[in-house]
T-cell receptor, first 112, second 108 residues
Framework: SQTIHQWPATLVQPVGSPLSLECTVE??????LYWYRQAAGRGLQLLFY??????ISSEVPQNLSASRPQDRQFILSSKKLLLSDSGFYLC???????????FGPGTRLTVL | EDQVTQSPEALRLQEGESSSLNCSYT??????LFWYRQDPGKGPEFLFT???AGEEKEKERLKATLTKKESFLHITAPKPEDSATYLC?????????FGAGTTVTVRA
């Protein structure tokens, strides 16, 4: 069966520091991968998605970036965090061509 | 732009008190309406996908229905373990657009 991992689970970072969040999927090949951010009381906002290694599409212009160095690995990064980057970051995957996305456990990021 | 609106924002129920959650949507070319359950501090858990008006799906005490403009999630005789935030999303091409969710609290 397929599983999705995210780490770290929680992170507290100062403003201006770098960020690296990692997501890996097991039990499937060539998944579509997604990064979302969830702010309190708001819906999930799609940040990036990827249909293959090295292929990244950005939904929202901001100081975040994403990379997919391996088939089942998706990384969210920032060179300098802003206060507004605080939130709950979710990684999701789906089988290419299928409809349903499955979410990871999330990373709670607090920028102070 | 796709829009998804969920109501109410919060719902407090007594155990056994059935109720319904609403998800109204505007999308050009619906390619699926999705319901997820999210527990505090965790990622959303997939519940149902609906594709066409009139379609219904059931899972335990939950039943989802779909019309051309909205979807309902009916909770029949809820238990405290049904307490969660329920998210609705619509798919247009590659992208899911989510509503803000309805937080359901079921008291014993």
């Amino acid at each position: 069966s397929q599983t999705i991992h995210q780490w770290p689970a929680t992170l507290v970072q100062p403003v201006g520091s770098p960020l690296s969040l990692e997501c890996t999927v097991e039990g499937t090949s060539n998944p579509n991968l997604y990064w979302y951010r969830q702010a309190a009381g708001r819906g999930l906002q799609l940040l990036f998605y990827s249909v293959g290694i090295g292929q990244i599409s950005s939904e929202v212009p901001q100081n975040l970036s994403a990379s997919r160095p391996q088939d089942r690995q998706f990384i969210l990064s920032s060179k300098k965090l802003l206060l507004s980057d605080s939130g709950f970051y979710l990684c999701a995957w789906k089988v290419a061509g299928a409809d349903t996305q499955y979410f990871g456990p999330g990373t709670r990021l607090t920028v102070l | 732009e796709d829009q998804v609106t969920q109501s109410p924002e919060a719902l407090r129920l007594q155990e056994g008190e059935s109720s319904s959650l609403n998800c109204s949507y505007t999308v050009s070319g619906l390619r699926g309406l999705f319901w997820y359950r999210q527990d505090p501090g965790k990622g959303p858990e997939f519940l149902f996908t609906l594709y066409s008006a009139g379609e219904e799906k059931e899972k335990e005490r939950l039943k989802a229905t779909l019309t051309k403009k909205e979807s309902f999630l009916h909770i029949t005789a809820p238990k405290p373990e049904d307490s969660a935030t329920y998210l609705c999303a619509v798919r247009n091409d590659y992208k899911l657009s989510f509503g803000a969710g309805t937080t359901v609290t079921v008291r014993a």
